[in-house]
């Protein structure tokens, strides 16, 4: 049986990575700085590989995390390491500009993923492979927090589709990485028992990308900890030495922080059920609330399910046109609306939740246009994207 790092080595790891951003791997050594992954994994000076963010002359290399092999006599001793970092406040603004390319591109699996995300994991890519190669190690353990947590489930994707490994997949506060085809096919490599996905309720971060990207593991809630902040979206949640790894050290596996998760109702008997009770007056919708805008999400997704061909058509002419993921969103949701009148009512209601969750006054809208629908999906996206940006900008 696979041994997996437990909840706070995992979470030490994640957040040690980030000290290789600007500093070298020798530079850490002399220090004697602690990379979280200490009695367990081995570093040299060349473990350390760099990466490039941004966009068109924004692009700037830094550090993105290290490899590390087993160390001997160790339960991992077989095994392999993959640490990639996250953005981190004003020092990698090209890292967070990398987000706002919301296109598709087809992933090292040759699945569709997020266009920022695979710029990103591209620069580093070769010398990933330089480090696979000739190994044939056991398992590989890919750990990354915010942007490093969608750059490590890249990693997973390129590893287990080339078939070089076992892989077990640790994120933190981590952004949606592919869309549904990717993240089922994913999560069927890599075993939902090895996709530990933790995040948490007040955090923006994983509040994005929307419909049509998909958490990791598919169908599954993933791993959410215990709320000290509220119930509105915070900054504080997205840090990883202050909120994650705090939290992490409470659980010494990842069956003790199962058991404290609460399972989910059938998603689309809940969703349903909310847009049914909004539609007649039960519930509020409270400007930023970090609840309604998981409702919204998850609303968004099951109404596009609903559609059927419709929204398979929307992803899939993404990737082979200049027009906009949200443009053909707009697109599947309107046409759905005019096809199935079911849908076109809870869209209807799923616009007035909108407008609760950005403080705008409701509009009655009597029919429900593409460029309407896709204004409301742009007036969305830029405002967790923004609540997102802010929160990273805030640990800086």
């Not at 850490?28 to 367990?40: R, V, W």
């Not at 592919?178 to 948490?200: C, E, M, N, P, Y």
Request: proline share 4%; aromatic share 10%; hydrophobic share 45%.
């Amino acid at each position: 049986m696979a041994i997996l790092l437990t909840p706070y080595q995992t979470a030490s790891i994640a957040s040690g990575v980030y000290k290789l951003q600007t500093t070298t791997m020798g530079q850490l050594l002399e220090t004697l700085e602690p990379l979280g992954c200490e009695g367990l994994f081995e570093v040299g000076e060349q473990s350390r590989f760099k990466g490039s963010s941004g966009a068109l002359r924004m692009k700037t290399e830094t550090g993105f995390g290290y490899f590390a092999a087993g160390k001997p006599n160790t339960p991992f001793a077989d095994d392999l390491l993959i640490a990639t970092r996250g953005t981190l406040g004003a020092k990698t603004g090209p890292d967070w500009f990398s987000n706002y390319n919301v296109g598709l591109q087809l992933g090292p699996g040759g699945l569709p993923v997020h266009a920022g995300f695979n710029e990103i994991w591209k620069t580093f890519r070769k010398q990933l492979q330089e480090f696979l190669q000739g190994r044939r190690p056991r398992r590989i353990h890919c750990v990354g927090h915010s942007l490093g947590g969608a750059l490590a489930t890249l990693n997973a994707d390129f590893i287990t589709a080339g078939h070089m490994a076992d892989v077990s997949l640790y994120t933190f506060g981590a952004p949606r990485v592919g869309d549904a085809v990717f993240t089922r096919s994913l999560t069927k490599r890599l075993g939902a028992g090895h996709i530990q996905r933790v995040f948490h309720p007040s955090d923006p971060v994983p509040m994005i990308p929307l419909f049509p990207f998909w958490h990791m593991p598919f169908g599954e809630p993933g791993l959410q900890i215990s709320s000290g902040l509220g119930g509105l979206l915070n900054a504080d949640a997205h840090s990883m030495e202050n909120s994650y790894r705090t939290c992490m050290a409470q659980f010494s596996n990842w069956g003790d922080l199962r058991s404290a998760v609460a399972r989910r109702a059938d998603e689309a008997a809940q969703v349903k059920s909310w847009l049914e009770g909004a539609a007649q007056g039960r519930g509020s919708f409270l400007m930023g609330s970090a609840s309604l805008l998981s409702m919204i999400g998850r609303a968004l997704g099951w109404l596009l399910k609903s559609t059927g061909k419709l929204m398979l058509n929307a992803v899939g002419a993404s990737l082979v046109s200049q027009v906009t993921v949200l443009d053909h969103l707009a697109w599947a949701l309107t046409t759905g609306a005019r096809v199935y009148k079911e849908v076109a009512d809870y869209l209807k209601t799923l616009i007035k939740a909108i407008w609760g969750y950005l403080g705008r006054k409701t509009v009655q809208v009597a029919d429900v246009t593409m460029a309407f629908m896709r204004w409301v999906l742009e007036l969305l996206f830029s405002s967790v994207r923004n609540l997102a940006s802010r929160a990273l900008s805030f640990l800086g």
